[in-house]
């Protein structure tokens, strides 16, 4: 093993000699309510989603506040946040440093989600089902500023980046809330001020000079297949896009993550979909259930997807935006008959849709087209700043990049 550098002005640590780890508590379900009543109860699923509406009403220390740090060792081990309250779970160690003047908690809060201190532990997880990397805490070491001020200015560029991130999430949130409006209203009311009348049909009220159809009436509907993984020639040197739910994204499709080869497409009984079809999980897992995507290339897909072939009369991107919109019937009627949660061909062809004009289709593809534009964009950019975070993150907290001191 290559010995690490230190550099001039630094000095090597064992964390839990200077940084204390605190492990949360484990009241039991019995003591969880819905009600807030006592504090907001803190698991590690909870730590990304930020809040689960369940609390727990018992006397016990293991409380963290906005300041503290929050580090995962169970479950999802790894996870580093800040600024949640309640009781933490015994999943959760919150990270306080036993000194103040020796090492920073801000530094240690970005010390945590150092590629260093991440890979020690990954190193130290053990478990199949459940993960717990509780011992990785013995073996986590690192080379840190000896002076608190050159720790707290890198501490405040991490910072600054951390914040421009925090933008970045609140404007794709509020995008995404305008999108969902637009959608309701669009594909329900029409343009504004285009409809003066309205009608109550099977799936809600419509416009008057809408219609309501089956997706069976609509399209053509196409089933995939899944070539036989033990014959290597139907993948390898594959150029034919083969889609899979993983690869839905409820927005058009350009790339696939796997691609079959001619000698698939002539033996089994994979079949090429157009451009303009429109791709529907039917299961994959419940969260994949109901996912959509529009293809914009010819493409194959497996067994778990069908396909609404094109039809010149419907916008493709207008039947996207309304099977999205109407995601969560697929999802009751997934569960609501079957232990193994799925949706059927037959579901698909039985469901309904509002159907408006041609043009008025278009025009509100093109509403929605741009605040959905603006989402990819917004998102890109947050990407990017994650990207700029991480290499600067590994470069301050090693030393390859200094920051002036006075």
């Not at 690490?4 to 780890?21: C, M, Q, S, T, Y």
């Not at 949360?24 to 699923?45: A, H, K, L």
């Not at 003066?196 to 089956?214: A, C, L, Q, R, S």
Request: charged fraction near 25%; include cysteine.
């Amino acid at each position: 093993m290559n010995k690490i550098e230190i550099p001039d002005g630094w000095r090597k640590v064992r964390l839990n000699e200077e940084v204390a780890f605190e492990r949360g508590i484990e009241p039991g379900s019995q003591s969880y309510n819905t009600d807030e009543n006592g504090r907001p109860f803190i698991r590690v699923s909870d730590l990304t989603k930020r809040g689960n509406g369940v609390y727990a009403d018992i006397q016990t220390d293991k409380i963290c506040n906005e300041h503290d740090i929050l580090l995962s060792l169970d479950g999802t081990p790894g996870i580093v946040v800040r600024r949640i309250k309640g009781i933490f779970s015994s999943g959760i160690r919150k990270v306080t440093s036993m000194n103040e003047k020796s090492i920073s908690n801000n530094y240690i809060f970005y010390l945590l989600q150092s590629s260093r201190i991440q890979n020690t532990i990954k190193a130290h997880t053990t478990g199949a089902t459940i993960l717990h990397a509780g011992k990785s805490i013995e073996f986590m070491e690192a080379e840190i500023p000896q002076t608190l001020e050159e720790q707290q200015k890198i501490a405040a560029i991490l910072t600054t980046i951390d914040k421009n991130i925090e933008k970045k999430d609140k404007i794709i949130t509020k995008c995404e809330i305008v999108k969902k409006g637009l959608m309701q209203a669009l594909l329900t009311k029409g343009l504004p001020g285009k409809h003066k009348k309205f009608k109550k049909t099977e799936i809600g009220d419509i416009p008057e000079g809408w219609e309501v159809k089956k997706l069976g009436e609509l399209f053509i509907l196409k089933s995939g297949s899944t070539p036989y993984r033990k014959v290597k020639k139907y993948y390898e040197d594959g150029i034919i896009p083969w889609v899979k739910t993983l690869d839905l994204n409820n927005d058009q499709i350009s790339q696939t993550e796997e691609y079959i080869s001619d000698i698939a497409l002539r033996k089994t009984s994979c079949s090429i979909n157009p451009p303009g079809s429109v791709l529907i999980a039917m299961y994959g897992g419940f969260n994949q259930i109901g996912r959509t995507g529009v293809l914009k290339i010819e493409a194959t897909t497996n067994q778990a997807i069908t396909a609404l072939l094109p039809n010149p009369q419907m916008d493709s991107f207008f039947v996207n935006y309304c099977l999205m919109r109407l995601r969560p019937k697929w999802k009751r009627m997934a569960t609501s008959s079957r232990k193994d949660p799925n949706i059927t061909k037959k579901d698909i062809s039985n469901f309904m849709i509002p159907i408006p004009q041609l043009d008025e289709q278009k025009e509100i593809v093109t509403i929605l087209d741009n605040i959905t534009k603006r989402i990819k964009c917004e998102t890109v950019e947050r990407s990017q700043i994650i990207a700029l975070k991480k290499a600067l993150l590994q470069k301050l907290l090693t030393g390859q990049i200094r920051v002036k001191v006075d």
